[in-house]
């Protein structure tokens, strides 16, 4: 059998009292038993730190000070992180059930693979047993990027390797910089996936761009940019058409999602 590698958990926060403990306590249920946990926080106020003290009993680094957003948080994070394997989990996310990490690593005991990506389900802010949202992936093919795809990232798990040669994230984008990651990572480095066909994360609705106008319509210009930056030619109507209709049939498979719990 195999010596079981670690995985490091990266959580970026922020006055994140509200939703920070049900993100502890899916870590601390993880059958997985090597991981480390490291929350960068960004000098919150409020009842963050506290509530990582009681309930972080994975935590293994915690750091708060200002910061320039999340992907600075990120950042900070990798800087941290020494295990094998590397995912990110949000301070308004959690896993979906107990046996995620176990369900990932277990991918990773194959050397060659690069990368796992899954599924996950977006949840509402107030009522958290309400789906909202289904993002179901697919086994990523060259060229997907151009086709309107993108894995879901907070479902990404990477080794540490593909850091090292990839880069970290571009802090110049302020609301697509983990698609400009993983456009350079899939696309560019052209790493070795494998996507599991199920729900991994629960995801809060609201986050960055929050569902206004205006902060979409900057993702998508961002994401326009990264595109290019990577020599990826589009057609917008085309692109952007895909993308509308897969969010689209993404809320309506919402309510028929089942997600066991082993």
Same mark, same amino acid.
């Given at each position: 059998?195999?010596?079981?590698?670690?995985?490091?958990?990266?959580?970026?926060?922020?006055?994140s009292?509200?939703?920070?403990?049900?993100?502890?306590?899916?870590?601390?249920?993880?059958?997985?038993?090597?991981?480390?946990?490291i929350?960068?926080?960004?000098a919150?106020?409020?009842g963050?730190?506290?509530?990582?003290?009681?309930?972080?009993?994975?935590?293994?680094?915690?750091?708060s000070?200002?910061?320039?957003?999340?992907?600075?948080?990120?950042?900070?994070?990798?800087?941290?992180?020494?295990?094998?394997?590397?995912?990110?989990?949000?301070?308004?996310?959690?896993?979906?059930?107990?046996?995620?990490?176990?369900?990932?690593?277990?991918?990773?005991?194959?050397?060659?693979?690069?990368?796992?990506?899954?599924?996950?389900?977006?949840?509402?802010?107030?009522?958290?047993?309400?789906?909202?949202?289904?993002? /179901? &992936?697919?086994?990523? #093919?060259? $060229?997907? !990027?151009?086709?309107?795809?993108?894995? %879901?990232?907070?479902?990404? *798990?990477?080794? /540490? &390797?593909?850091?090292? #040669?990839? $880069?970290? !994230?571009?802090?110049?984008?302020r609301? %697509?910089?983990?698609y400009? *990651?993983?456009? /350079?990572?899939?696309?560019?480095?052209?790493?070795?996936?494998?996507?599991?066909?199920?729900?991994?994360?629960?995801?809060?609705?609201?986050?960055?761009?929050?569902?206004?106008?205006?902060?979409?319509?900057?993702?998508?210009?961002?994401?326009?940019?990264?595109?290019?930056?990577?020599?990826?030619?589009?057609?917008?109507?085309?692109?952007?058409?895909?993308?509308?209709?897969?969010?689209?049939?993404?809320?309506?498979?919402?309510?028929?999602?089942?997600?066991?719990r082993?």
């Amino acid at each position: 059998m195999p010596e079981q590698q670690k995985i490091s958990i990266i959580t970026a926060s922020f006055r994140s009292e509200l939703t920070i403990q049900d993100t502890l306590e899916s870590v601390n249920i993880q059958s997985y038993p090597h991981i480390d946990h490291i929350i960068i926080d960004g000098a919150s106020k409020d009842g963050t730190l506290a509530l990582v003290s009681a309930h972080g009993k994975r935590v293994t680094y915690v750091t708060s000070e200002p910061d320039e957003g999340i992907y600075d948080a990120y950042n900070k994070g990798l800087a941290i992180a020494d295990g094998e394997v590397i995912g990110f989990l949000n301070s308004d996310d959690y896993y979906a059930t107990p046996y995620v990490i176990e369900h990932v690593m277990r991918v990773f005991e194959d050397q060659s693979i690069d990368a796992v990506y899954a599924d996950l389900v977006y949840v509402d802010m107030n009522n958290i047993n309400k789906i909202v949202r289904h993002w /179901r &992936s697919k086994p990523y #093919r060259k $060229g997907d !990027f151009a086709r309107g795809f993108t894995p %879901a990232h907070p479902t990404l *798990f990477l080794r /540490r &390797s593909v850091y090292d #040669r990839t $880069g970290v !994230f571009n802090l110049e984008l302020r609301l %697509a910089s983990d698609y400009e *990651f993983m456009l /350079r990572a899939f696309h560019t480095q052209g790493v070795n996936s494998v996507y599991l066909p199920e729900v991994l994360v629960r995801m809060r609705t609201g986050g960055a761009t929050g569902g206004t106008f205006p902060s979409i319509k900057k993702q998508n210009l961002e994401i326009l940019m990264a595109l290019d930056s990577q020599g990826v030619r589009v057609f917008k109507p085309v692109f952007f058409g895909r993308k509308i209709l897969n969010r689209l049939l993404q809320r309506l498979s919402a309510p028929f999602v089942r997600i066991p719990r082993s």
